[in-house]
């Protein structure tokens, strides 16, 4: 370890502690969360599986994504939006995912909710994107103490709150900062990280949907 929410990879890389060396973590941690994303599978996914963790580890979703990505046809909203009650049961019987009735459904509620999104704002990342947190929202230093003093901000309560009030269903204000941090809409990679300075480059040279 180096300090509090760092540690030294057996490459010599200082990481936010927070992957526990497991390989399939580290590469989450080093490849997809924080770098900024702007499609509209991937948000839909990523805000769906945020649902289905509550209550959960991360860690236990994402060794199933690949379940969740064949249970919810690869997450395409337009398809999931047109599910009934076979697929439902179809999804109950799985064992590849989470089999949580309220959290199935609320993904295929969510899929409806996601077109009349799309058709109100064009697509799913213009919506998302507008609650990106104004610099003077952010934090002065990102460290482990900060991030684990804020697992919800205002910006999260705010998106959570709209998206509630529009239908959908599992975005609580955690979640939804989950989310937030995931997708790049932040970048709450600890400061030491290498990932930081990476995820950092790829936000200031994003084009913002």
């Known amino acids: 370890m180096t300090g509090l929410g760092l540690v030294v990879g057996e490459d010599g890389r200082t990481r936010c502690a927070w992957h526990g060396g497991l ?5 989450y941690h080093d ?5 900024p994303v702007t499609g509209d599978h991937r948000l839909f996914e990523k805000i769906c599986l945020e649902g289905f963790q509550s209550g959960l580890s991360w860690l236990t979703i994402l060794r199933k994504r690949e379940g969740f990505r064949a249970a919810f ?4 909203f337009d398809r999931v939006a047109d599910f009934g009650e076979a697929d439902i049961e179809r999804c109950l019987a799985d064992a590849g995912i ?23 704002f064009g697509t799913l990342a213009r919506y998302f994107w507008s609650f990106e947190p104004k610099p003077k929202e952010r934090p002065a ?7 684990r003093a804020n697992p919800t901000t205002p910006t999260s ?49 994003l084009q913002r949907p």
Request: aromatic share 10%; hydrophobic share 35%.
């Open 31 to 35: 490849e997809e969360w924080g770098h």
């Open 157 to 205: 309560v705010r998106l959570s709150k709209d998206l509630k009030k529009r239908g959908w269903t599992f975005v609580g204000p955690t979640t939804v900062y989950a989310f937030m941090q995931a997708m790049g809409l932040v970048n709450d990679h600890v400061e030491g990280c290498f990932c930081r300075t990476e995820v950092e480059t790829k936000r200031n040279l």
């Open 141 to 147: 230093r990102v460290d482990w103490e900060t991030i």
């Open 23 to 27: 390989d399939d973590y580290r590469r």
């Open 98 to 120: 989470v089999r949580h009735r309220g959290k199935i459904v609320s993904t295929i509620n969510n899929a409806r909710r996601a077109q009349a999104l799309r058709e109100e």
């Open 73 to 76: 046809a690869g997450f395409d």
